[in-house]
């Protein structure tokens, strides 16, 4: 299936930064719970990853992220998960998140 250009547009995918993260055990699949602060136009959003492998929530503080910002919210057991976090698989299925290499403003969109 192709995508157009216009079809990548009418993703918002932005940066944010991680301000507080949590177990999740309620989840289905291990997973972490995430507060994503994506600046000034869109302020603070909830999410949850199934990133447990390689990330520990105390560790993820702090941490940039980009994340799809535009998609409807979903209900994920007792978390109404805001966007969603972007993350590449390795060979196993362990998810890795996708960030900026530097520090770059928060909201910024992904062009």
Do not use: C
């Amino acid at each position: 299936m192709s995508a157009t250009f216009d079809d990548f547009l009418k993703l918002d995918i932005r940066v944010g930064q991680i301000t507080r993260a949590e177990p999740f055990p309620e989840a289905r699949k291990p997973a972490i719970k995430l507060w994503i602060d994506f600046g000034a136009e869109l302020g603070e959003k909830r999410s949850s990853a199934q990133i447990t492998k390689y990330y520990e929530p105390q560790d993820l503080v702090g941490k940039q992220v980009l994340a799809v910002v535009n998609f409807p919210p979903r209900q994920i057991g007792p978390v109404k998960s805001e966007v969603l976090v972007l993350g590449v698989p390795d060979k196993e299925g362990g998810v890795v998140l996708i960030g900026p290499d530097l520090a770059v403003p928060l909201g910024g969109r992904l062009h």
